[in-house]
């Protein structure tokens, strides 16, 4: 499907895709969502269905799979 985005001349690519989502002061990360991305511009475009698992996902506050380390970008550079 070609893409969207007023002159991008790409098409959008089934893949999946990592995204942050914050809720009351703490993150989330969730893999391996299904998405359409621009192969050129990197537009990409969510289901319904998929937004919809995504907020059911995150009310739930289910326990997560793995806990991952943090850092901030300033600390790594000193």
Do not use: H
Request: proline fraction near 4%.
């Amino acid at each position: 499907m070609k893409c969207t985005i007023q002159e991008c001349n790409g098409e959008y690519e089934e893949r999946y895709i990592s995204q942050v989502f914050t809720r009351q002061g703490v993150s989330v990360v969730i893999e391996r969502i299904p998405a359409l991305v621009c192969n050129f511009c990197g537009d990409t475009i969510l289901q319904w269905e998929t937004t919809e698992r995504l907020w059911e996902v995150l009310e739930a506050k289910a326990k997560p799979e793995r806990f991952l380390p943090a850092y901030t970008y300033q600390a790594l550079n000193s």
